[in-house]
């Protein structure tokens, strides 16, 4: 019997937490097709929680470097183009934390090494970087970040404004899982609605 697909998170977004962690050790990994989830084993590579972490859209990468990486960490910025939305110009960006370094750890996955991620432009899915445990970390994990700005009418943009980036799965067919709380597409759910949709989250076999 496989388990079913549940992304699990040890921090929400709120008060001084900036985003979300989530929990990247484990020994399976999930697979979607269409409508069904399939579990595998992870490659040895990824069993200890260094896993690729994948655009979330089309944009260009930034590093985010600190000289004390073991105090402050590393991590790696991800900006979307401008574009229109209900009459207004939006852009978005993603801040992956505490990401394994060098990146040079990419050409085990990836099959080459990245000579410099400044202004590089990826495509959604492709693989940015490894999850890691630099800085001020417990082990392996993702802190991820969103933010989103828009064009005023004077032309300039607004800051930098932070969302809560579990409502950024709204469309994901994602359940998460945070203690005690379930999210499932972004919206809390209680336990029963979070164990109805898992019984009957279709699961393949091998």
Same mark, same amino acid.
């Given at each position: 019997?496989?388990?079913?697909?549940?992304?699990?998170?040890?921090?929400?977004?709120?008060?001084?937490?900036?985003?979300?962690?989530?929990?990247?050790?484990?020994?399976?990994?999930?697979?979607?097709? $269409?409508?069904?989830?399939?579990?595998?084993?992870?490659?040895?590579?990824?069993?200890?929680?260094?896993?690729?972490?994948?655009?979330?859209?089309?944009?260009?990468?930034?590093?985010?470097?600190?000289?004390?990486?073991?105090?402050?960490?590393?991590?790696?910025?991800?900006?979307?183009?401008?574009?229109?939305?209900?009459?207004?110009?939006?852009?978005?960006?993603?801040?992956?934390?505490?990401?394994?370094?060098?990146?040079?750890?990419?050409?085990?996955?990836?099959?080459?090494?990245?000579?410099?991620?400044?202004?590089?432009?990826?495509?959604?899915?492709?693989?940015?970087?490894?999850?890691?445990?630099?800085?001020?970390?417990?082990?392996?994990?993702?802190?991820?970040? $969103?933010? $989103?700005?828009?064009?005023?009418?004077?032309?300039?943009?607004?800051?930098?404004?932070?969302?809560?980036?579990?409502?950024?799965?709204?469309?994901?067919?994602?359940?998460?899982?945070?203690?005690?709380?379930?999210? $499932?597409?972004?919206?809390?759910?209680?336990?029963?609605?979070?164990?109805?949709?898992?019984?009957?989250?279709?699961?393949?076999?091998?």
């Amino acid at each position: 019997m496989y388990r079913r697909s549940i992304f699990t998170l040890t921090q929400l977004y709120g008060g001084k937490h900036t985003g979300i962690d989530a929990r990247t050790k484990g020994e399976y990994k999930y697979i979607k097709y $269409y409508d069904q989830v399939k579990q595998e084993p992870r490659p040895e590579l990824e069993k200890n929680g260094r896993i690729p972490l994948i655009a979330s859209f089309d944009g260009t990468l930034d590093p985010v470097l600190h000289d004390n990486k073991q105090e402050k960490g590393w991590g790696i910025w991800l900006t979307s183009e401008p574009f229109n939305e209900n009459n207004e110009t939006l852009q978005i960006k993603a801040l992956y934390w505490h990401i394994e370094s060098p990146w040079s750890s990419l050409k085990a996955f990836v099959g080459m090494v990245y000579k410099t991620l400044r202004r590089r432009t990826v495509r959604q899915g492709s693989i940015i970087a490894i999850a890691g445990d630099n800085g001020i970390s417990t082990g392996p994990h993702l802190h991820f970040e $969103y933010h $989103y700005r828009k064009r005023l009418s004077t032309g300039n943009w607004s800051y930098w404004q932070r969302l809560d980036p579990i409502t950024m799965f709204h469309d994901s067919d994602v359940i998460a899982q945070a203690g005690s709380r379930w999210f $499932y597409n972004g919206v809390e759910k209680t336990r029963a609605e979070a164990d109805e949709i898992l019984k009957n989250m279709p699961i393949m076999a091998n």
